[in-house]
């Protein structure tokens, strides 16, 4: 038994450094991309934007799934021979997966028809090692909590949308019909279930909630939150065919009730231990992300104007953050337990800057987009000035952007820098 | 809540189940009401040129029907909005065009690329989901809204006779919203965007219709632009000016563009 915990223990350390180191790589091309928003003349010359974009979007995606399947290990109470075996090569693949695409991103390699896939081999692996890792979860947690069957689902739709992110017709409509689907039901569904089972395994093992009121959680959050995800993720194919009302007004209705849900009952239960606040963060980084954002963009009076704004993209990138955010929380847990109590202490006095410096930082960046989004569509959609005019008059609200990314970056490093 | 019952937490999980499956069945309900018929197949022009957008990373920058890069232009009506020549021009040389802004980088595109380009952008143009979205037209540049000039020009024909004055806010309309000529007019003389150049329109316009004044050739030329569609060009001009513009904004163009002489 002390060896299968040793065993998986290690895998879910190992993958949660990886995340780390991800994050802060993303951190430093999220902010060349955002600095070429500001002044593409000096830096174009490094990387176009294309480039930049698509691999700061990958590492983003990678390193969200890299703290979700930490966060899956973790959870692993007991392993036969054939998965400590197993578990290794799956580990050693994934951060090969992982070096692979840093490479194909830093070459412009990166393709598919969202600019945001990975060399289709790479797809392929990806989906390959999910499926394993699903399998030795599957195999370690055998007693079917709440925790381990929801992140199993997640991680399965994760796998499922990579699947259909492969699916390339060589018809635009339908390859961006597909790509839609594929990246909304990796993010807004799977990735969002299995953080809502780590998020609240968090709370359990943290002593914030008792394991029933913990599983009750899961389940009810994790269902209000993948229909939301479900409805928000064919919101912009919605407004932008001028579709369904009924559509239009569940998302609303879902989307704001699921994301509030899931923030009150974690704000409630999180009790400032560091851990927690973490996932705090998360609550609140959801509730913009796929809550607010979700609810307003999907209905048409209000999409029709915000589609393909700073504000679609923040979207995205709210809810990725929220999963970051648990995947972070996981690994601060899993650093705890592996310290001994009197390091504990020492730690204890530094330890709350990388938080505070990711949190500020996720939150600029946040406000910084939104103003931006704002001030696009009433400049460019509204008042009918033209786009790159509109540009020179958000470069403020970029400034901002790219103080935000420099703090998170930071507080990333820091956090990986204390392990 | 230790004393939940057994009967509860699977009410619960049942709960959850259907969520779930209800989420991914409206995804996929929803989207696959989207997937285009056969009608909607692209020619093989088109589909030559979606594979040069792919492979020249496009969607990284650009967005079309507001899904994609948000680096760059929307350019689901940039077909229509600037026309083949202009377009032509453009990837030839990207850097050469809005030296003041954001520029986009040379692909070096072959001739046979470029047209496969240009015909997969028209053909996005003219699917149905481009007749919904966007609720109004995306500028690249040129509308100039809210430009220190524009502003200037405001204040400063308080100041000038009212001939003058209705020039000077006709010039401002002229690149502004709700007119916007500018998208697809030049001022130039030879170059053309989407629409002709307008260098001259006020000698041309003389003789351009036999009957019909210059004034009232520009004035059923913003209202009814299919009436008389210059040769050499398609009727793709807007039709709703009638609506967008009132009658002294109309005037207000038509002492503009009459003020543009040859030489």
């Not at chain 1, 879910?12 to 928003?37: E, N």
């Not at chain 1, 339908?174 to 594929?182: E, H, S, V």
């Not at chain 1, 939104?370 to 958000?394: C, F, I, K, P, S």
Request: charged share 15%; net charge negative.
């Amino acid at each position: 038994m002390e060896a299968t915990r040793e065993s998986t223990d290690s895998g879910a350390h190992t993958l949660f450094k990886a995340m780390i180191a991800l994050l802060v790589v993303y951190a430093l091309v999220a902010l060349l991309g955002a600095a070429q928003f500001v002044d593409d003349r000096t830096l174009a010359g490094v990387m176009p934007y294309h480039q930049v974009g698509a691999w700061a979007a990958v590492l983003l995606r990678l390193a969200l799934l890299t703290g979700l399947l930490g966060g899956g290990l973790a959870m692993i109470e007991t392993a036969n021979e054939r998965t400590r075996a197993l578990l290794p090569w799956l580990v050693r693949g994934w951060l090969a997966l992982l070096v692979l695409a840093f490479f194909a991103g830093l070459l412009g390699l990166l393709e598919g028809r969202a600019g945001l896939e990975l060399p289709p081999l790479l797809d392929v692996a990806q989906v390959v090692l999910l499926l394993g890792f699903i399998g030795v979860v599957a195999d370690g947690t055998k007693a079917r909590d709440a925790f381990s069957l929801v992140w199993l689902l997640g991680m399965g739709i994760v796998a499922a949308g990579g699947l259909l992110g492969l699916l390339l017709t060589g018809d635009a409509l339908r390859d961006q019909l597909y790509g839609t689907l594929a990246a909304g039901l990796l993010l807004n569904v799977g990735a969002v279930l299995a953080m809502v089972a780590l998020a609240f395994g968090l709370l359990h093992r943290t002593g914030a909630l008792y394991k029933d009121g913990a599983e009750s959680s899961t389940y009810f959050c994790g269902g209000l939150l993948a229909l939301a995800g479900g409805v928000v993720t064919v919101a912009p194919l919605n407004v932008a065919n001028g579709g369904s009302v009924l559509l239009q007004g569940l998302t609303v209705i879902v989307a704001l009730f699921a994301a509030v849900i899931f923030a009150l009952r974690i704000l409630r239960a999180a009790n400032g231990a560091r851990v927690l606040r973490w996932l705090a963060l998360a609550a609140v980084l959801l509730f913009g992300g796929l809550g607010l954002l979700g609810a307003l963009t999907a209905v048409e009076a209000v999409g029709r104007w915000t589609l393909g704004t700073r504000l679609s993209d923040l979207q995205t990138l709210l809810t990725s953050l929220a999963v970051v955010a648990v995947g972070l929380g996981a690994a601060e847990a899993a650093r705890e337990n592996a310290l001994r109590e009197e390091h504990r202490v020492l730690r204890r006095g530094l330890a709350g800057a990388p938080f505070w410096l990711v949190a500020v930082g996720v939150i600029v960046v946040g406000v910084a987009l939104a103003g931006a989004g704002l001030v696009q569509v009433y400049l460019e959609r509204v008042v009918g000035v033209g786009y790159l005019e509109t540009q020179e008059y958000l470069a403020p609200l970029y400034a901002a952007w790219i103080a935000g990314l420099t703090a998170a970056g930071l507080g990333l490093l820091a956090f990986g820098l204390a392990d | 809540m230790p004393g939940l019952t057994m009967a509860s937490m699977t009410g619960a999980r049942a709960f959850f189940l259907a969520c779930v499956v209800v989420g991914i069945l409206v995804a996929g309900a929803g989207g696959l009401a989207y997937i285009p018929g056969d009608a909607g197949a692209m020619p093989e022009a088109a589909a030559d040129g979606y594979q040069v957008w792919r492979a020249n990373g496009c969607v990284g920058c650009h967005s079309l029907y507001g899904q994609g890069g948000t680096f760059a232009p929307d350019l689901t009506h940039i077909h229509s909005q600037r026309g083949d020549d202009y377009l032509r021009e453009f990837l030839a040389n990207p850097t050469a065009f809005h030296p003041d802004a954001r520029r986009m980088p040379r692909f070096a595109l072959t001739r046979a690329e470029t047209d496969q380009l240009l015909a997969f952008l028209d053909w996005v143009d003219e699917q149905p989901t481009a007749e919904n979205w966007p609720p109004r037209m995306i500028a690249v540049n040129g509308m100039g809204g809210l430009t220190a000039s524009n502003a200037a020009t405001t204040t400063t024909t308080v100041a000038l006779s009212e001939e003058d004055a209705a020039i000077e806010r006709g010039r401002a309309l002229f690149s502004a919203a709700p007119a916007a000529c500018s998208t697809c007019h030049s001022l130039e003389p030879n170059v053309t965007l989407a629409g002709p150049s307008l260098h001259g329109i006020a000698d041309r316009a003389w003789y351009r219709i036999p009957g019909v004044g210059p004034e009232d050739y520009i004035r059923a030329s913003i209202l009814a632009p299919s009436d008389y569609v210059v040769e050499g060009f398609t009727d793709v001009m807007q039709k709703n000016f009638g609506e967008a513009l009132n009658s002294q904004q109309i005037s207000d163009l038509i002492a503009f563009l009459m003020t543009q002489e040859e030489g």
